[in-house]
């Protein structure tokens, strides 16, 4: 990893639909470069994919729960988040000590929203089973650093 790469991250974490024009400028790189360097982020694995970062303010979603997963077998962190990727509804997971394998941090407009994506959760190999809990009120929120 070199400044060049760096940069590159940079511009992709603010926008992952930067075009490889703004890529290259945020590097000092042509387009052509720029392409070939982010290629082999992605290929090299130290880029894992590119997606849409959703507000849920903006998309109404106030409904929250914090959904604990029991997994069948031992899969492996990796194993675990490219299974739950696919639901937009969780915002955060966590792999944690004690009897669960993950907490999720989910978000939906309902309770009807809330409980389908409950049961895509439950549907996503290799969850055996979840337990959750639908908060009432927020007390404490504090920024992140």
């Not at 997963?69 to 988040?81: D, H, I, N, S, Y």
């Not at 937009?88 to 999720?104: I, M, N």
Request: proline share 6%; net charge neutral.
């Amino acid at each position: 990893m070199d400044p060049i790469d760096e940069a590159i991250i940079r511009c992709v974490q603010r926008n992952a639909r930067s075009t490889y024009a703004e890529i290259g400028r945020a590097a000092n790189l042509s387009a052509p470069a720029a392409k070939r360097r982010l290629d082999r982020l992605v290929a090299t694995g130290a880029i894992r994919g590119f997606t849409a970062v959703l507000d849920p303010q903006v998309l109404a979603w106030r409904t929250e729960a914090f959904i604990e997963v029991f997994c069948r077998g031992k899969p492996t962190p990796a194993e675990l988040r490219r299974a739950l990727e696919d639901v937009p509804e969780v915002v955060e997971a966590c792999t944690v000590s004690g009897a669960a394998d993950a907490v999720l941090h989910v978000l939906a407009d309902s309770s009807t929203h809330l409980e389908q994506a409950i049961q895509r959760v439950r549907a996503t190999e290799p969850v055996e089973r979840t337990e959750s809990v639908i908060v009432l009120s927020r007390l404490i929120k504090r920024p992140h650093p």
